[in-house]
């Protein structure tokens, strides 16, 4: 199965949008594949503000985010693995997710393969 973190992200972003607030994103800036203006980054954190007035060509996809945007108004191409976002949320009211970094990262290895299948079992509740 493909991993549900990305599907999450893309339903509450638009679930934002829809309701006229301001989708954040909070990424781990300290990630290998992130391309991010390292200026911005606090405690190896950065918010990036996701609304369609303030970036370009947003692309939600499975395994990376990437947009256009500008900081201190020069433009820049951001990419961050979907692994390295840590939250989504509305700017106004602090509503949206956050995601546990310990389960994106085993959402991508799969189980060894030989690794026998466990019998199911079942036991009286009482």
């Not at 060509?57 to 990419?79: C, D, T, W």
């Not at 939250?87 to 085993?106: L, R």
């Amino acid at each position: 199965m493909t991993p549900l973190k990305p599907y999450l992200i893309r339903s509450i972003y638009e679930w934002i949008i829809d309701n006229d607030l301001t989708p954040y994103l909070l990424v781990d800036a300290e990630n290998s594949r992130a391309i991010l203006p390292q200026q911005f980054v606090q405690d190896g954190k950065l918010v990036l503000n996701v609304r369609p007035e303030a970036i370009q060509g947003l692309s939600l996809g499975n395994e990376e985010i990437q947009f256009n945007a500008r900081f201190s108004g020069k433009p820049m191409h951001i990419v961050t693995p979907v692994a390295a976002v840590m939250a989504i949320y509305a700017k106004e009211n602090g509503k949206g997710m956050i995601f546990d970094q310990e389960d994106s990262e085993s959402d991508e290895t799969p189980p060894p393969e030989n690794t026998p299948p466990r019998k199911p079992t079942l036991r009286v509740v009482k």
